[in-house]
């Protein structure tokens, strides 16, 4: 059995007293035994969201890191950076990365194995444009997307590892991807761990579906046999609305 994840990513949302707020509010997070949770802040959050959460079930997590353990990247912030003040996520090479800041699959692949060496659950996120899902190569393009981004990783690392199905298509658009096609590509995520380590392996690692996931549609997702969880933009951003979400995955 793998356990549900959900995670928010707030992108870049949120005052510091806004994001205060929101961890202020919240009053019904299920035991992490049960749902693994977590909220992914702007770095400017991250400290104050990790000592208020101390006694709480909730995870926070980071959207970036630098894949380097340190040393002038002027406006980068490290994995042992976050590690030291208690973050236990980060989100690696979410498409909006990808497309405005230049990431591509090997800066993912090397951030990727830089989270592991410091003991951080990387969200590896994957996912095809529209015009790839229209010439029918969403499936090849996911493929490539895991293959380079786990490339030397050890089967106990992408056992460790949450891979994020986000199609680009759905990602702030309102627009989602069915349960059945989040299913079959998150179905072709798994297949892929499978033939690049083994069966065994590809049974633990846990996949997201990610792209305008909210309240009224996450139990259809959760049902699905390959989701084992969320990566949520916008329905993330209010607690309550948090809280369904978390709900819904029990
Ligand atoms: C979205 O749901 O819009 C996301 O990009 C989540 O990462």
Known sequence: MRKPFIAGNWKM????DEAVEFIDALSNVPSNDEVESAI???????????????????????????????????????????????????????????????????????????????????????GESDKEREAGKAAEVVESQVKLGLEGLTAEQVKATVIAYEPIWAIGTGKSATSADANEMCGVIRKQVAALYSGAVSEKVRIQYGGSVKPENIKEYMACEHIDGALVGGAALKPDSFEMLLAGAL
């Open 13 to 16: 949302n949120k005052t510091f």
């Open 40 to 126: 992914c802040a702007p770095f400017i959050q991250l400290k104050e969201l990790v000592d208020k959460t101390q006694s709480s079930q909730i995870n926070i997590g980071a959207q970036n890191m630098h894949f380097e353990d340190a040393g002038a990247y002027t406006g980068e912030v490290s994995a042992e950076m976050l590690t030291n003040i208690g973050v236990k996520h980060v989100i690696i090479g979410h498409s909006e990365r990808r497309q405005y800041f230049n990431e591509t699959d090997e800066t993912v692949n090397l951030k990727t194995k830089q989270a592991h060496k410091n003991n951080l659950v990387p969200i590896v996120c994957v």
